[in-house]
């Protein structure tokens, strides 16, 4: 037996933000909701510098952004229950905050969804009337390629992320106060079936809102390549937000190092796993040179987006893994919150560079509009992620795992 | 040689450890049936070197991986694979992963052996019974009697003093142990068995001999099969060769019409058609000239086809020979044999397409041919009736057009 000597008293410290965190969430909202009107306001129609396309894509990469935060976390949550992990029970619950913005964040994709019903989208080609009928490729893929059934799929994803989220939220906070064994049990055998309708539905939306950007182009591991993306933000947005509570006063002594090494070496781990991802996708369309497949990275290997692409083989993959390579590094704070940051910067480019070539293959669209975007859609996520951790421990502390995380050690 | 002292648990493990330590020895072990945390530190070692072995291992992997492909492919028998170049990087990507963790685990196999000191057969520890316990129910400590303050009275106090249950001195036990005779003479036997393949392999790679050398799967060479003029119990005439079905003719054997088949007829390029001339005969030729003769004769037959304008107008070829003109005299007067032969055995720089023109279509595509011909010195009689007007208005327009400007 492993014997757990818990030198950590949960009662030392504090485990609940401000009792009132009302006006800041206010605050947050009303930011987001300000800067995305002002990015509305300064679009033009096409043809112009800040035209509406550039609008439209700008906003699908922050929503997306923020989206596969909250993905990644959920994907964390369900599966530290399926795999009944005990190192990360204390920081699990951040995990689940994250996720939390899953209840409602369907509704930021009407600006994205609206539009594609009423046939006047400014991204997806294939959605515009008559399109179909121009294209042989694009009416083979009119089954599944069309508005009625894009907008059923999208409600099917939120409906599922939703619920997951916000089930494993719900029953961890109540056992908070009950520390009841039996919730454990019942998260436990609901993961399963999370696990494997998330793995569906995260593939399937990656196809639907990145992959039909191009229509006719294809593949099949790309659902993979977004999901591998999230959980590398997930991590380091988890990272962030440990540090930054602690930097705040709470949950100093529950979260110690020994999480910060395990989440450092998870997102080591899905830095390789991202790249393994990236090339798997990348070897079998440059091995067997076909046009209809190579036409997607020649796009990106042209003119500007050139650099990006190398900037990603190198920024996303080599360098984070040399940096996040040493136990030192893992241990330590700052170091691994510098290199969180590098990640989520990296992730946002990877999310520009999936999206954004499409409409601009000829130059990089950066400009007042991303940002404007980012921190927007970036504000209402804050608001959400504040929403969801008041009135709540930060902690899952009815958990019974809890005492083999706080006991837990890296050897 | 040394001491071995018995403690109650894992805290007081650490403990001693730690008084050791600030007592000034280094050369001591401590052994627990589980890891216990805190332990290593206690003892005051360094962290141990295995990270960067791995790490040495894993880029020497890397390395020799693109090395190894580059070399091969590159430089030693450069092969293209796929339109790739020789060297790669994409293509190398695979080997070199592969190898770097091929590498980086041998080195963390071959760095903890190295390291731990194993393989380590014998330990004189393992001559104390209590020690077995170690890995079951107790916690150990001993240190080792090469250390500068070893003193086998004075450590044992020491020991004792800081709490250890028993602190007894172990040494190599007295009797001495030799490999057993029967044990050498079967290594000693293995060890020449071992030989023999790698003989046998250099008396077959260094003789001459017409039978194969060294034949070992013999699966292929024996096949339940009947090999010819041989004996099938299986027909009523007994014989394994079948004859051909009665009435079958060989290949190309039975009809030989020349006129059809070489465009001939009595030994000169035949002048007529073997078949009738009809409109459908005429749409079948255009079909089958547009798709075969026009990249290079052009779709009139000037010459103008896609490839010689590609060939003079991107490339500049100043070798490139124009595909012939179809409406030049010297075609124009070739009678329709000589096409026929052209198409089905080629010409000059222009190959055979018999492999990919059926015999009925060469002659429909020498009607179509015929038909360019015969359009290049058409008059406005030859027009129909009902057309000619239309033809004429266009002219008339083009005229007055040319009488403005």
Redesign the interface.
Known sequence: M??HHTTIKIEDDRTHLAASNFPAVAASIAVGMILLIVAGAIGRPAGQGDSYTLLAASYLVSYLFFLSISLGALFFVVLQHLVRAGWSTAVRRLAEILAANLVWWGILFLPILVPVLLGKSDLYAWSIPGAAAADELLRHKGPYLNPAFFAARAVFYFVVWGLSAWFFLKWSTRQDESGDPAVTERLEKTAPAAMILFGLTVTFAAFDWLMSLTPEWFSTIFGLYFFAGSVVAALAAMILFAAALQAGGTARRVITIEHYHDLGKLLLGFVVFWGYMA?SQ??LI??A?IPEETVWYLERQTGPWTWITAGLLFGHLLIPFLGL?S?TVKRSRVLLSFWAVWMLAMHWIDLYWLVMPTFAPDRLPLGIMNWLCLSGVGCLFLAGVLWNARRRSLVPLGDPRLNESLAF?N? | MGILAEFSGPESLKAVAAELRQAGYARFEAYSPYPVHGLYEATGRRRTLLPWLVMLGGTAGCLAAILLQWWTNAVDYPYIISGKPPFSLPANVPIAFELLILFGALAAFGGVMVLCNLPEPYHPLFGCAEFRRASADAFFLSIDAADPLFDLKGTADLLRALGAASAEPYSRPQTERRVPGYVKATIALLLAAALAPPAYIAQVRFSRKSSPRLHLVLDMDFQPKYLPQQHSPLFADGRAMRPPVAGTIAAGAAIDDAHLLRGETGGQPAELFPMPVTMELMERGRREYDIFCATCHGLTGDGDGATSQVVVLEREEPKWIRPLSLHLPTVRSQPAGQLYQTIADGVRTMPSYASQIPVEDRWAIILYIRALQRSREGTLNDVPEELRKQLESIHDDATSYDDQN
């Open positions: 492993m014997q090339f990348y070897m440059w091995y040179n390579l136990r050690e050897f």
